[in-house]
């Protein structure tokens, strides 16, 4: 169970949307200098806001993160300590069947859920426990590294380049490239990599013009 929770933000679909979050946050910045046509004067307090902006939720990703991994393996205790406790072995199956998918159960018959069941029941008092290990840890350290390193190579061409006006066609052509290889990656993972990362796009995009209709 812990091995699984950690491995969770290393998943094709967890990197992709966290690469995602970390974009759209940047690009509301990035697009509010061309709506407002702003000078070289105002790029580091839009540098600064970047960082800031980016830095804080990424803590608060990997935050959540943590919070989530605790909650989801207090509920797996929860029914763990249940099928342990239950009244009569019928009881304890069918606790053990309903948390199972439903595409698996049709092909377990009661005897594999019994041995499923007192397999559980066997395992020891002392791992009931939801504390977080150093697995968890580094998972929520690449939550956080994954949305705010998106920052760098969108806000690369205000710091190396003076033209306001290119470095803002160059750091949205970034960013589009980003989304496109974190959706060609996931889609490579999954089936159909040009379609996905294509679609990435899109999607980004649409956030991104949701996120600065509304004052985002």
């Known amino acids: 169970m812990r091995a699984a929770l950690s491995?969770?933000?290393?998943?094709?679909?967890?990197?992709?949307?966290?690469?995602l979050f970390g974009l759209i946050m940047v690009l509301t910045f990035t697009l509010s200098l061309s709506a407002t046509g702003a000078?070289?004067?105002?790029?580091?307090?839009v540098l600064l806001g970047l960082l800031g902006s980016n830095l804080a939720w990424a803590i608060i990703d990997a935050v959540m993160y943590l919070m989530g991994a605790w909650?989801?393996?207090?509920?797996?205790?929860?029914?763990?300590?249940?099928?342990?406790?239950?009244?009569s072995a019928a009881t304890g199956r069918a606790i053990v069947a309903t948390h199972l998918?439903?595409?698996?159960?049709?092909?377990?018959?009661?005897?594999?859920l019994e041995r499923i069941r007192v397999h559980l029941c066997a395992v020891p008092a002392e791992s009931l426990q939801a504390r977080f290990s150093r697995e968890d840890y580094?998972?929520?350290l690449g939550v956080f590294l994954l949305v705010f390193l998106c920052l760098f190579p969108v806000a690369a061409p205000f710091i190396l380049l003076g033209d306001?006006?290119?470095?803002?066609?160059?750091?949205n052509a970034a960013a589009v490239a980003m989304l496109f290889l974190a959706g060609f990656t996931f889609g490579w993972q999954v089936g159909?990599?040009?379609?996905?990362?294509?679609?990435?796009?899109?999607?980004?995009?649409?956030?991104?013009a949701v996120a600065v209709a509304f004052g985002g």
């Open 101 to 112: 998918p439903s595409s698996v159960l049709p092909a377990l018959t009661d005897r594999e």
């Open 164 to 171: 306001v006006a290119l470095a803002v066609r160059l750091s």
């Open 7 to 19: 491995r969770r933000v290393l998943d094709p679909v967890s990197r992709a949307s966290e690469i």
């Open 138 to 140: 580094l998972a929520a």
């Open 39 to 45: 000078g070289r004067a105002d790029v580091r307090t």
């Open 71 to 87: 909650g989801e393996r207090r509920l797996a205790l929860a029914t763990l300590r249940a099928i342990r406790d239950a009244r």
């Open 192 to 208: 159909r990599p040009w379609r996905t990362g294509f679609m990435m796009v899109a999607i980004g995009g649409a956030l991104v």
